[in-house]
């Protein structure tokens, strides 16, 4: 059973950094690409950055590029992000999604989730 885990939310301050966890169970996190989207009170839920099996490749979503870094770490079981000089608009709940089928930037691609953590960034 693929487990999923989100961690590191928090209120900030604008300007301010977090960086979120996401702990991996159930099969070989190795072998799976991963990804972040978040979803704002109200709206769909968007793509945010994306790391192939290795981390060799990073993909983000341009409101993320220059400020935020996803990154894993295979021994850990471990997908990170990384978040820089967050703005108010960065308010979301952050969720790790696993092993996309198709388009990596689409929600739909992906089967695998957690429960999301709450970010909120004080103006």
């Known amino acids: 059973q693929v487990q999923l885990v989100e961690t590191g939310g928090g209120l900030v301050q604008t300007g301010g950094s977090l960086r979120l966890s996401c702990a991996a169970s159930g099969r070989s996190f190795s072998n799976y690409p991963m990804a972040w989207f978040r979803q704002a009170p109200g709206r769909e839920r968007d793509f945010v950055a994306a790391i192939t099996t290795s981390g060799a490749m990073t993909y983000y979503a341009d409101s993320a590029k220059g400020r935020f870094t996803i990154s894993r770490d295979n021994a850990k079981n471990t997908l990170y992000l990384q978040m820089n000089s967050l703005k108010p608009e960065d308010t979301a709940v952050y969720y790790c999604?696993?092993?996309?089928?198709?388009?990596?930037?689409?929600?739909?691609?992906?089967?695998?989730w957690g429960q999301g953590t709450l970010v909120t960034v004080s103006s």
């Open positions: 999604a696993q092993d996309p089928e198709g388009n990596w930037r689409d929600m739909g691609a992906y089967a695998y």
